[in-house]
């Protein structure tokens, strides 16, 4: 099928029942400008099919980052009174929060 079929499919009447489906609401003038939108939309993955992928492996992530890992070790740490000493507001050996879930939690 080529490209002038395809859009001989793709009527207003196709275009106003995917937006009904999608639940938009859309004038004449925006359901000629989607119909021309998506046919340019179908015009390019057409061309993206044509591209030979052979032999391409497939990615899981289409930057391919790595985890920088590294391993937990044991390094200096503060002390109790350290830890306090620095916090805003301290209650006998805590950390004093506000309240988040209301008042009778």
Known sequence: MDANEKN???TKEVVRHVAK???LALTDNEIERAKEDLA???SHIDKLKEI?????????HPTELLNRDRDDEVG????????LDNAPAVRDVYIDVPKVLGETS
């Open 8 to 10: 001989d499919l793709l």
């Open 21 to 23: 489906l999608s639940r």
């Open 40 to 42: 340019s939309i179908f």
């Open 52 to 60: 030979d992928t052979s032999g391409v492996e497939p990615l899981d």
């Open 76 to 83: 200096v740490t503060l002390s109790q009174q350290q830890v």
